[in-house]
Nanobody, 124 residues
Framework: AQLVESGGGLVQAGGSLRLSCAASGSDSSFATMLWYRQPPGKERELVAGWRTGGGPYYADSVKGRFTISRDRSKNTLYLDMNSLKPEDTAMYYC???????????????????WGSGTQVTVFS
């Protein structure tokens, strides 16, 4: 399977962006799909997670501002980002797994598939 992100860009603080992650391939029926980000000089962190038949996960830093969703018909994962802040600047990565994440395991979940990333830069 392949994951291809799009939608990143340069945006002023307070603005919005929508990231997309298109999944393709014969084994792309994923039970869990996630958005990670890696700010410059920092470690990668989980931002949001979607799973089949369950509620989403959001990092505390993005709760109330970001929304994760999936369009099954297009096999595409989205991340709607509102009220963007300069600290949201990062490379954003889509990831996925055929395994289903559990409530207590989001942050330790190890997806098997990764996209190449899309850059989001928020300026003040």
């Amino acid at each position: 399977a392949q994951l291809v992100e799009s939608g990143g860009g340069l945006v002023q603080a307070g603005g919005s962006l929508r990231l997309s992650c298109a999944a393709s391939g014969s084994d792309s029926s994923f039970a869990t799909m996630l958005w990670y980000r890696q700010p410059p000089g920092k470690e990668r962190e989980l931002v949001a997670g979607w799973r089949t038949g369950g509620g989403p996960y959001y990092a505390d830093s993005v709760k109330g501002r970001f929304t994760i969703s999936r369009d099954r018909s297009k096999n595409t994962l989205y991340l709607d980002m509102n009220s963007l802040k300069p600290e949201d600047t990062a490379m954003y990565y889509c990831a996925a797994s055929q395994r289903r994440a559990i409530n207590t395991g989001w942050r330790t979940f190890a997806p098997g598939y990764w996209g190449s990333g899309t850059q989001v830069t928020v300026f003040s």
